[in-house]
């Protein structure tokens, strides 16, 4: 069997734990795909892997993050070449002396956005109110820092793909009758210490009330939707037209050690 294209990047929210509960639920047919919060994008690789992409809209709001998606799409060699470099070991001091480097060279800035998610503690991707990233190191043995084969997958994956940076409200005017959009938001707290907080601004109860008017918007305009969230009692609210369905998935990026357990989330859908 061919090898597939996995997410390039650790993320909080990360769906691999729930992509087969996601595929399993997907429409019968579309026509293009759009992912406003695409994060690590595992639900935008199986689809590809599957054959079922025409062409997609990815879009989040996470300038690095969208940086690194666009080397990979249009340099990945010359990516691959800037990672192999002694720059990028795995040791405390290449990290802090990477850390705080600010690079203006956009392979260089991917990579080194590469290299922190590998080598930070827990992959978190955290800044600081100046826009510093300000994770520790992470101590890991042996992270894979450069996956060559992988970079090559995901690059040839995107090839059908437009990259956007910004606000999920863009898919508004992009997606058309027969289209699917799967909204991956940051989740609404279950707790108001839940870790929710991906880049420098929040994701509030009145972005989640504006993801919801836009989902109902998509529905009336026959496009397909699919939403997952947590399962706090606002989503469920939100979402109580389209009969929200629990599911239960692993988290493996949780601040606390105690709280990496199964948790329940909800997957609504509109066809
Ligand atoms: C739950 S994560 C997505 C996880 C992804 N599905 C995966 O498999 O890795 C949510 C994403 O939304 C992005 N985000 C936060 N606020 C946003 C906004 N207003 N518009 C678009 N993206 C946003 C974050 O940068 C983060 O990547």
């Keep these: 069997m061919e090898k597939e294209p ?18 399993n639920n997907i429409p019968s047919s579309f026509s293009n795909y759009h992912e406003p919060f695409v994060g690590g994008g595992a639900l935008y690789f199986k689809l590809w892997s599957e054959g079922m992409i025409k062409k997609a809209y990815l879009n989040d709001y996470n300038p690095d993050l969208i940086g690194a998606y666009k080397v990979i799409k249009r340099n990945p060699l010359d990516l691959i070449d800037e990672l192999k470099s002694k720059k990028y070991t795995n040791d405390s001091e290449a990290y802090y002396q990477m850390r705080k480097t600010e690079p203006e060279d956009r392979i260089e800035r991917a990579a080194r956005f590469m290299y922190m998610n590998r080598t930070a503690f827990n992959g978190l991707y955290r800044v600081n109110s100046k826009g510093k990233f300000n994770v520790p190191f992470g101590r890991y043995t042996n992270p894979k820092i450069c996956n060559e084969e992988n970079i090559l997958l995901v690059s040839e994956a995107l090839r059908k793909a437009t990259l956007t940076l910004g606000d999920f409200s863009v ?3 992009k997606a058309r009758k027969g289209d699917f959009v799967y909204f ?10 839940s870790f929710t907080s991906y880049t420098d601004a929040d994701f509030s109860e009145k972005d989640q009330r504006r993801l ?4 109902s918007t998509l529905d009336d305009k026959n496009v397909n939707v699919m939403l997952s969230n947590s399962c706090s009692p606002l989503i469920m609210d939100l979402y109580s037209n389209y009969e929200p369905r629990k599911v239960m998935a692993r988290r493996s990026i949780n601040c606390k050690a105690n709280k990496r357990g199964a948790v329940a989330e909800i997957i609504a859908f509109n066809y």
Excluded: C, M
């Excluded at 996995?6 to 595929?23: D, E, M």
């Excluded at 989740?187 to 210490?193: A, E, G, M, N, R």
């Design 171 to 173: 898919v508004s005017k």
């Design 184 to 193: 991956d938001p940051p989740y609404h707290p279950l707790s108001k210490t």
């Design 212 to 215: 919801s008017e836009l989902f």
């Design 6 to 23: 996995k997410p390039f990047v650790k993320w909080a929210g990360g769906k691999r734990q729930l992509i087969n509960t996601l595929f």
